[in-house]
């Protein structure tokens, strides 16, 4: 079963920018989609984005549209999170899923998570 690495979450102030990574254990990584969700203390993991296998085909949640950007490199079996304009309430573990399909599956369907990357943003 392919296991997903997050990395590159860290401290920063409000106003910067972090960009997160997720790579995939197997080749075959670059054939699923992909996709991001948050947890903040307290609260329910919810979804971030999702990126198609080719990256063609994205999809954003409301609250991040405009700062946050999908991408991959299929090459490096590695899905980016760009994230712009960080605000405190962006603090969060964030986890890459997948769910083994080239579509993006609904939220409730990815089955594969990695072990997330912490995100903390001071005011």
């Known amino acids: 079963q392919v296991r997903l690495t997050e990395s590159g979450g860290g401290l920063v102030q409000g106003g910067g920018s972090l960009r997160l990574s997720c790579v995939g254990s197997e080749q075959a990584f670059s054939t699923y989609a992909v996709g991001w969700f948050r947890q903040a203390p307290g609260r329910d993991r919810d979804f971030v984005a999702a990126i198609n296998w080719s990256g063609r085909s994205t999809e954003y949640a409301n609250s991040v549209k405009g700062r946050f950007t999908i991408s991959r490199d299929n090459a490096k079996n590695t899905v980016y999170l760009q994230i712009n304009s960080l605000k405190p309430e962006d603090t969060a573990v964030y986890y890459c899923?997948?769910?083994?399909?080239?579509?993006?599956?609904?939220?409730?369907?990815?089955?594969?998570w990695g072990q997330g990357t912490q995100v903390t943003v001071s005011s």
């Open positions: 899923a997948t769910r083994r399909t080239f579509a993006i599956p609904e939220v409730g369907e990815y089955s594969i």
